[in-house]
């Protein structure tokens, strides 16, 4: 590739989009998901933290534009300059009746700085009249929707809890294609009893839908979780640093050029984190990454 790196990152792919650096800001918009609130399920996907995934997101009893600049203000020193994406993150942010998603969405998008809205969201919470209104936000402002969907393994789908099959997951993404919106892919690498095959199966399967962006998530084992007690009481390996820079790398190779990769790894809270704790060493774990694409002359979609 003609950048240092050899995967097609997103801090590349906004500066061209954007022309300077874009910052996330992870706000909290108030959401539950149907998987906690007893509509499909209790207690969420066995890995989700009580925050929904979004322990790093603002204060839910604050309103958004307050959310902002809290969070703008600490993050001041380390950019001083740059664009905002307004990133919905915590629990399933589409999950609410839509005359709410237009308030609050058109509300984030009329704070200054703000070039674009990241929605985390599941595939079957995304209504027809959803996805009009986002594609109409979209024409405002770039929209992009984030779903998770962790894996393509039948076995894993039931263990994790995750309540939707691929086929949601293919009709979602076929929508969103039909209404010209920008989808990012939330995989999960390391789900308890996956081999390295699963994975990038997962990865495969994703690929070959439509799709603009995929994250690629080491498995995070929180303090309390469901996924917690499932280790405590029926051990599973967790993956070391090597075998984990093995599989992304891998990944990497199979993934189509055009694909934005918006995430390596993960960010964890080390109050919360059990497992794997070289994990809080981001720095470590993207280094060691980028040498081991260097090392084996692997660029992303070198095997396709």
């Not at 189509?256 to 794997?276: A, F, M, S």
Request: proline share 3%; glycine share 6%; with cysteine.
């Amino acid at each position: 590739m003609e950048n240092k790196i050899r995967y097609n990152s997103a801090n590349n792919f906004f500066r061209e989009k954007f022309g300077q650096k874009v910052i996330k800001i992870s706000l909290d918009g108030g959401f539950t998901c149907p998987n906690r609130d007893g509509t499909l399920s209790y207690g969420g996907c066995i890995f989700c933290s009580e925050k929904g995934s979004g322990d790093f997101a603002g204060d839910r009893n604050l309103d958004i534009e307050e959310q902002f600049k809290i969070s703008k203000e600490k993050i001041k020193t380390k950019w001083k300059d740059g664009k905002y994406i307004a990133y919905f993150q915590a629990f399933t942010n589409t999950y609410a009746p839509l005359h709410y998603l237009e308030s609050l969405f058109i509300k984030a998008s009329n704070i200054e700085g703000v070039v674009g809205i990241f929605i985390a969201t599941r595939p079957d919470c995304i209504t027809e009249d959803i996805a009009k209104f986002l594609s109409k936000l979209n024409e405002k402002i770039y929209v992009c929707i984030e779903l998770g969907f962790q894996t393509s393994k039948e076995e894993s789908i039931k263990l994790i809890n995750r309540c939707y099959d691929n086929v949601i997951f293919e009709n979602c993404v076929k929508m969103l294609n039909k209404y010209n919106i920008d989808i990012i892919v939330h995989t999960i690498l390391g789900l308890p009893y996956e081999t390295k095959e699963d994975m990038l199966n997962t990865i495969k399967y994703v690929s070959s839908f439509n799709i603009q962006g995929i994250k690629l998530q080491l498995l995070h084992i929180i303090k309390d979780t469901p996924l917690h007690k499932l280790y405590i009481k029926k051990p599973f390996n967790v993956l070391s640093l090597e075998e984990y820079v093995d599989i992304v790398v891998s990944c990497i190779g199979i993934l189509p050029p055009d694909i934005v990769i918006h995430r390596l790894t993960g960010d964890g809270d080390k109050n919360t984190l059990i497992e794997p704790k070289w994990s809080l060493n981001k720095k470590l774990v993207l280094n060691s990454i980028n040498k081991a694409l260097f090392n084996k002359d692997i660029y992303q979609g070198k095997y396709l």
